[in-house]
């Protein structure tokens, strides 16, 4: 039982590149979520998807795109990194109804934006 | 603003003891409160989830009570081991959106 994988774990790339980040999850979850984490900051949330075809923007989804064209994988785009994108991404998935069921976090992705 | 605020920022104990870390939480309207414990480099892992009408609720070694009226939370560790060093965050769901409002977590460490 893989979970939910993320891929690459860690990344370096330039200013201006684009970058996708690979998340896939084995347990035909409807919800997906992609966080990511700085110090100083909690968690926060760039984008969310209840279903495939289904995506909306969470508090910071500025510079990303995600699509869902499959229930399992949740890609985010970064079309143009920035410095600030330096971050370590985490995807998530929950069942129906995230309101009260946990979410399951994949391991994360290192980002470097040189 | 709905925030989670978390206390303290860090925190070092000798294996063996107990520790108590805190959460205040300013969400309105609440639902329901998390503990995530977060190994380095890894993902959080849920530890508890608490409706506002739950005020305690176990996971082995791990006690979270939860106060509605006061909006605080707090989550006990017994008989800390070396694997509990970790990040332990505090999570609310609720606001006028519905959204999971993170704390920025209590990183712990447990010394031999």
């Known amino acids: 039982d893989a979970g939910i994988t993320q891929s690459p774990r860690y990344k370096i790339t330039e200013t201006g590149r684009q970058v996708t980040l690979m998340c896939h999850q084995t347990?035909?979850?409807?919800?997906m979520f992609w966080y990511r984490q700085d110090l100083g900051h909690g968690l926060r949330l760039i984008y969310y998807?209840?279903?495939?075809?289904?995506?909306d923007k969470g508090e910071v989804p500025d510079g990303y795109v995600v699509s869902r064209s499959k229930t399992e994988n949740f890609p985010l785009t970064l079309e143009s990194a920035t410095r600030s994108q330096t971050s370590v991404y985490f995807c998530?998935?929950?069942?129906?109804?995230?309101?009260?069921?946990?979410?399951?976090f994949g391991p994360g992705t290192r980002l470097t934006v040189l | 603003k709905n925030q989670v605020e978390q206390s303290p920022q860090s925190l070092i104990i000798l294996e063996g003891k107990n520790c108590t870390l805190q959460?205040?939480?300013?969400?309105?309207?609440?639902?329901?409160l998390r503990w995530y414990k977060q190994d380095t480099g890894r993902g959080p892992v849920s530890l508890t989830i608490?409706?506002?009408?739950?005020n305690t609720k176990s996971n082995g070694r791990y006690t979270a009570t939860l106060d509605a009226d006061t909006k605080q939370s707090s989550l006990h560790i017994t008989a800390s081991q070396l694997s509990d060093s970790a990040s332990y965050i505090c999570?609310?769901?609720?606001?006028?959106?519905?959204?999971?409002?993170f704390g920025t977590g209590t990183l712990l460490a447990v010394q031999p």
């Open positions: 998530a998935s929950s069942k129906q109804d995230f309101s009260y069921n946990e979410q399951f």
């Open positions: 998807s209840a279903a495939a075809d289904i995506t």
């Open positions: 608490m409706t506002f009408s739950e």
């Open positions: 347990w035909s979850h409807s919800y």
């Open positions: 999570v609310a769901y609720g606001g006028a959106t519905n959204k999971l409002i």
């Open positions: 959460c205040n939480y300013t969400v309105s309207p609440f639902s329901n």
